[in-house]
């Protein structure tokens, strides 16, 4: 083995131990794909569109946001509107839907869906940031046209991801390339009004920005944030500082220890990974808000049906 080898085998920490229960894991990633044909809710359509009507003006509504909610996770693994129509065709005939809804349709409504995620109950204790491009096949060159070669084809996602649950709990869709930490303090700020505001932060060196570092300081938040090699330790932020020291004097690899900082991969990388399996990196949208809702759908039904293997 030649020297450059030995240097990109080695490693340090405790080597990865798989202790994943995969009988458990391959019966969750099966149950996943009864949602897709899971059609439960067709018993409350009646119910559930006299809920959404409900002090409108001229019954608006007439196909249920459940039925919407499954179409939207079809099209995310790419299946076209036309092809999806198709489908609820033939399961008026075999599931009783008292009515379907034409390509057009569907895709205005999937357009109109609520693709927010709801926060867990308290929040979660520890959350990382991060941000990944997906990439706009349909609409690339009219983001060119209109904004500039410099943003070329990518559509960007910036998450906040749970080390615990391997979830994302916020995340935001950017056309134009935004700061990561800018939109990192956006999302805690919407995650503090709704009671959901971690105890923990972390990222990795794009998060060394001083106003991370006050507003851990402010909202008392453990920073797991990876400083700068040659970070200065005499700086306006004690905790910045106290980190920065902590790196010099124990090096990355004890820095990264003592902070947990590998719990940063599950939280962010490991969620892109897994969605972009899943639904791909690329969009199809043309329109600046299909390619934002294309994104959004991808982030939410990983979530959606991730929960729905993991039910009881």
């Known amino acids: 083995m030649t020297d450059v080898e030995k240097k990109l085998n080695k490693r340090w920490g405790k080597e990865h131990e798989d202790n994943r229960d995969w009988p458990v894991y391959n019966g969750q990633l099966i149950k996943r794909g009864e949602y897709f044909l899971d059609l439960d809710w067709v018993k409350g359509w009646d119910n559930e569109l006299d809920a959404m009507n409900q002090n409108k003006v001229g019954a608006p509504f007439q196909f249920p946001e459940s039925m919407i909610r499954m179409q939207s996770v079809w099209h995310a693994i790419g299946v076209p509107l036309r092809t999806i129509e198709g489908i609820t065709i033939q399961l008026r005939d075999i599931a009783e839907l008292p009515a379907y809804n034409d390509f057009s349709t569907i895709g205005r409504r999937i357009n109109d869906m609520d693709a927010t995620i709801a926060p867990p109950p308290g929040g979660a204790s520890t959350m990382f940031c991060d941000g990944s491009g997906f990439q706009a096949i349909s609409g690339g060159e009219y983001l060119r046209e209109k904004y500039g070669k410099k943003n070329r084809r990518w559509v960007q996602v910036i998450i906040l991801g749970d080390p615990v649950t391997k979830e994302p709990v916020s995340f935001e869709v950017r056309l134009i390339p935004s700061s990561e930490p800018e939109s990192a303090i956006r999302q805690l700020d919407r995650l503090k009004e709704q009671g959901a505001a971690p105890q923990e932060f972390g990222g990795d060196?794009?998060?060394?920005?001083?106003?991370?570092?006050?507003?851990?300081?402010?909202?008392?938040?453990?920073?797991?944030?990876?400083?700068?090699?040659?970070?200065?330790?005499?700086?306006?932020?004690?905790?910045?500082?106290?980190n920065a020291a902590y790196r010099k004097k124990n090096g990355y690899e004890g820095w990264a220890r003592h902070n947990g900082y590998g719990r940063r991969w599950p939280a962010t990388e490991g969620i892109f990974s897994a969605v972009k399996r899943m639904f791909g990196e690329q969009l199809a949208a043309k329109s600046e808000i299909g390619m934002v809702q294309e994104a959004k759908i991808k982030f939410w039904a990983y979530k959606l049906l991730k929960n729905y293997g993991e039910a009881q």
Do not use: H, Q
């Open 205 to 242: 060196g794009a998060f060394d920005d001083s106003r991370i570092w006050k507003l851990c300081e402010k909202r008392l938040m453990r920073p797991v944030i990876k400083p700068d090699e040659n970070a200065r330790t005499d700086g306006d932020s004690p905790l910045r500082n106290y």
